[in-house]
């Protein structure tokens, strides 16, 4: 494990740390006035050892850190697991809820000034097309953290995309350390009306995670690839393949936060959600180049992640790889 991916957002933000202050508050609040819930939610906890850096009293207290080995309530004893299944993305809700206070909020403060106002000005039509432009980016805002829901395709040989957006590159590599061999990457550009959550594109286990510092690049130039900030998930599939795959979230010119909560060891189904970038942003498919592979997609091509087919492998397992 990196040691810098102390959270699941390893880049920080304002919004985190609001949320990290306000956790503060929530938790003097429970032991203050609900010890009751406080002692039964440490009955139901999960694990022997506190991987966060403040006290742990439900799970919102692991929220941000999911990525480290420690405590873990079991769904049916997480109170809060509905938040699951909202369409929004849950660890976007509080950025969803902050963007949508100041632009809600705004409009209303202005259309309410503009409806007030005596004697009308000429130029009200600039105000209202002022109270027009904030609900517009409130839309906008509302319309990035969505997380559909999303069906994979059976299909056991298939390489699902691991985001959606537009495929801008596909590049041979003739040596990647952990393939360990010669890899095809595919480069998929997000743009800021893309869903932003990123899916695994096969089964697979999780082996290790790398994060590493950089410039904020337009994400669709090719040079955002080797300079942006990045973190790559290094998989194996399981069911017997183990076959090695990388993929790679790339920040943008606007999106600056990385989210992932994976850990090594951690099992992913085919489609899964593991993390998110905010707001425009990059996302890197590395496959062994192997005998059998075949590739689905093509430049220019828009694609879905957990549903679209970016390659497929020969359904007979390679033999000889050392993982």
Known sequence: MDPQLTSIQPGGGVVIRLELAWGFVRRLWLKTFRRGYVKRMAALRQGDSNGCPHEVLDPRDVKFHRNQPGYWWKPEDDPFTGRDRLPFARVGLAELLVFSVLTWGSAAALAWWLVSA????????????????????????????RNPNRVPPDDGDAVLSPADGTVVEIREIEHDEYIEGPAVLIGIFLSLFNVHVNRS????????????????????????????????????????SERPLIVRQITGLVARRIVCWLKPGDTLSAGEVFGMIKLGSRTELVLPREEGLELSVELGQVVRAGTSVMASFPSAPKEGHAS
């Open 118 to 145: 005596s004697p009308a000005s000429p130029l009200n039509w600039a105000g209202w097309l002022g109270v027009v432009l904030l609900l517009a980016v409130a839309v906008i805002i509302a319309w990035f953290f």
């Open 201 to 240: 594109p096969r089964p697979a286990r999780v082996i290790g995670l790398s994060y590493r510092r950089g410039k904020f690049l337009n994400a669709g130039r090719p040079e955002a690839s080797q300079e942006n900030e990045q973190l790559a998930v290094r998989l194996e599939e399981t069911g017997g």
